[in-house]
């Protein structure tokens, strides 16, 4: 596996608000790499800064050999970086299919068949294509996002709090989503979480952050035998 994401220094502001400290960490192709805190630790703040929502006041964010730091979000999309963001943001009035296709206007070049190949993998959206995405279940609309953000062929995935408000059942299914999800279509993915068990099950490492910061590595063995909790973060 070859050097995908490379954050050095990574600080961020709201106004004159600090929130992220110099963020350090890098991640390989093709790795599942979670990220543990509580909340006001700087989790969101760090997704958008690497998708480009929020301007980075000092450092360095080098994806796949390119600093990409002062690159807007528009452009960071067609190298092949997605976010579901946390509260999933999917188009309440439009179907689910109209959803699929806004991801296709984020892809580096348009093709209406990649909906068909994404779908494959989200069996239960299939039945629902016609149905606004607001009256999906909060689960329903979890998986949608990530459908819709899959449509614009991301080699990395930021995914921003996927368990917020989801019943359990429907958690276990975004986890098999997922890994099989990592198996057929080559992905990396950062997960940002404070469900110690989701991302203990689909992460390769984990970082905790607090107040801004990487903390540390977690190892898995660790968050497997149950002898770290969230204090660890």
């Not at 954050?7 to 608000?17: E, I, Q």
């Not at 984990?206 to 770290?228: C, F, H, P, Y």
Request: glycine content about 12%; charged content about 25%; proline content about 4%.
């Amino acid at each position: 596996m070859g050097a995908l994401l490379d954050v050095s220094g990574l600080r961020a502001s709201y106004g004159r608000v600090p929130i992220l400290a110099g963020v350090d960490f890098h991640m390989a192709e093709g790795e599942y790499l979670g990220i543990l805190g509580h909340n006001g630790m700087g989790k969101t703040t760090l997704m958008k800064t690497l998708m480009g929502q929020l301007p980075a006041t000092a450092g360095t964010v080098r994806f796949s050999g390119a600093d990409i730091t002062r690159r807007p979000t528009h452009e960071r999309s067609r190298l092949g970086l997605g976010l579901v963001p946390q509260g999933r943001e999917i188009f309440a009035t439009l179907s689910v299919q109209e959803n699929l296709r806004m991801g296709l206007a984020s892809a580096p070049r348009e093709d209406p068949t990649i909906i068909e190949d994404v779908l494959a993998d989200f069996p239960r959206l299939v039945r629902l294509l016609d149905r606004r995405g607001g009256a999906l279940s909060g689960g329903e609309q979890q998986l949608l996002a990530l459908a819709r953000c899959l449509c614009t062929k991301p080699k990395l995935i930021l995914l921003d709090e996927p368990t917020e408000g989801i019943q359990p059942s429907i958690i276990e299914e975004i986890i098999e989503t997922l890994l099989g999800l990592k198996k057929r279509w080559s992905l990396s993915m950062i997960i940002v979480e404070q469900n110690l068990d989701f991302i203990t099950q689909l992460s390769d490492r984990v970082l905790g952050i607090q107040k801004g910061r990487i903390t540390g590595e977690v190892a898995r063995e660790d968050l497997l035998s149950g002898r770290v909790g969230m204090a660890a973060a």
